[in-house]
């Protein structure tokens, strides 16, 4: 039986701001996102410039909702840091550093 891992990410949005979520699909995720496409009304509004760090949860999907509101409670500063410096997260929850040029076309 294949266990579903979950993704934590943030977004770095058209207003340079970050936006926090979880999917079990991470790619379906970021293409709704940019596409205006997902349920989320933020990123409608300031559409996503890329995938500034995502980790992948292979624990639970309550792990993952768990970081992703650790994270959404940050300051930009701490979120920067996190996203500069990704295995601090990883050393706080049960995740693993995803690389985000795989998601790059080409």
């Known amino acids: 039986m294949n266990k579903i891992s ?3 990410y943030i977004l770095l949005c058209s ?3 970050y936006y926090t979520g979880y999917t079990n699909d991470l790619t379906r995720r970021y293409q709704e996102h940019l596409q205006g496409t997902a349920k989320c009304k933020y990123t409608r509004s300031f559409k996503p410039l890329n995938i500034a760090q995502c980790w992948e949860v292979f624990e639970s999907k309550s792990i993952a909702m768990r970081i ?3 994270i959404k409670k940050l300051s930009r500063a701490q979120k920067e840091e996190f996203i500069i410096n ?5 050393s706080l929850f049960s995740c693993a550093v995803y690389d985000t ?6």
């Open 101 to 106: 040029s795989l998601l790059k076309p080409g």
């Open 68 to 70: 992703e509101k650790f």
């Open 6 to 8: 979950y993704w934590v």
């Open 86 to 90: 990704p295995d601090k997260l990883m």
């Open 15 to 17: 207003n340079n701001t």
